[in-house]
């Protein structure tokens, strides 16, 4: 059965933390894992700007999907396109709460954890978030971890942006399997680094 991942992105996401993912799981499916990615914005749109300038075409609105991948970007300069807007906006956070309480898995790079959290979807749960937004998440009911991936299940956060390398191809060892993220990580020549908090230890 097919895993469909959605990548959702928004005005002023970081490149990083949603491309990253995106590559990983792309050469995954290449190596038989059975998944399907796409990149998913809220409103119908053509075109979404990234926070450095990167101008992408997305694959339409999201709707549904098994796994939710939200990246961060532009938290910490409070800017009018970022995951700081869309936190005060409110339809992001809404949406992935939605998703989470229809069964979807949620993951979140760097700064998305703080969408999850403005969602409610990390109260009492262990996470983390890009080390300049750690005061911010630990303003909420969230329980901070040092960590770079924290995994609590159906819920997963990760550090800074490079981590969303870690965690996508920890994802892909989860709905995998181990070699398929070991033949990942060569291709892309990176090697896996930092703590992966996984909830049997963070509880």
């Known amino acids: 059965m097919t895993t469909k991942i959605a990548v959702v992105v928004y005005e002023g996401f970081d490149e990083m933390d949603a491309i990253a993912p995106f590559e990983v799981f792309s050469n ?8 399907e990615v796409s990149l998913r914005t809220l409103e119908t749109t053509e075109r979404v700007t990234a926070s450095h300038g990167l101008g992408i075409e997305v694959d339409g609105r999201l709707v549904d999907a098994d796994l939710l991948v939200v990246p961060g970007g532009g938290w910490n300069d409070r800017g009018d396109a970022s995951a700081w807007a869309e936190a005060r906006k409110g339809d992001l956070p809404d949406a992935i709460a939605d998703l989470h309480d229809r069964g979807t898995t949620v993951a979140a790079v760097c700064t ?92």
Do not use: K
């Open 28 to 35: 995954a499916a290449d190596r038989g894992c059975d998944l």
């Open 112 to 203: 998305g954890g703080m969408l999850l959290a403005e969602a409610g979807i990390l109260d009492g749960r262990p996470a983390v978030t890009h080390a300049g937004a750690l005061d911010d998440l630990r303003a909420t009911d969230a329980e901070v971890v040092d960590a770079r991936v924290v995994d609590d299940g159906d819920v997963l956060t990760a550090g800074g942006v490079t981590s969303g390398l870690d965690l996508s191809l920890h994802l892909v060892a989860r709905l995998c399997r181990e070699e398929v993220a070991e033949e990942v990580a060569t291709e892309i020549e990176y090697e896996p680094r930092g703590e992966i908090r996984r909830s049997d230890e963070s509880r």
